[in-house]
């Protein structure tokens, strides 16, 4: 019943912008602390950025920071990822998840019960 579903992904130049979206079903995630990780082939799942279940809070990793950023419609019930000057190191599966009702943005995995499925975004030099 509860379905995190992320779009937008694909395939774009460095120096290129790509904007990822979240929809959430099932239930309503309005105020729920939201976050975007990506995992890159053979490597860990790593944060990308984070906003609080108010919308006035977020973090982001430092090797995204001015560079992306995430927003949340919470009449759509969707949290997005703005990505800017992509570089070839952004190439990963990107994934959004759910966590704590109002809660903190957060950096751990742990802290989010709810997970879509990913989309890719390739970046090329």
């Known amino acids: 019943q509860v379905q995190l579903v992320e779009s937008g992904g694909g395939l774009v130049q460095a120096g290129g912008s790509l904007r990822l979206s979240c929809a959430a079903s099932g239930r309503p995630f309005s105020n729920n602390a939201m976050g975007w990780f990506r995992q890159a082939p053979g490597k860990e799942r790593e944060f990308v950025a984070a906003?609080?279940?108010?919308?006035?809070?977020?973090d982001y990793a430092t090797s995204v920071k001015g560079r992306f950023t995430i927003s949340r419609d919470t009449a759509k019930n969707t949290v997005s990822l703005q990505m800017l000057s992509l570089k070839p190191e952004d190439t990963a599966v990107y994934y959004c998840?759910?966590?704590?009702?109002?809660?903190?943005?957060?950096?751990?995995?742990?802290?989010?019960?709810?997970w879509g499925q990913g989309t890719q975004v390739t970046v090329s030099s």
């Open positions: 906003i609080s279940g108010s919308g006035f809070s977020t």
């Open positions: 998840a759910a966590g704590r009702y109002f809660g903190d943005p957060t950096i751990y995995m742990r802290d989010y019960d709810y």
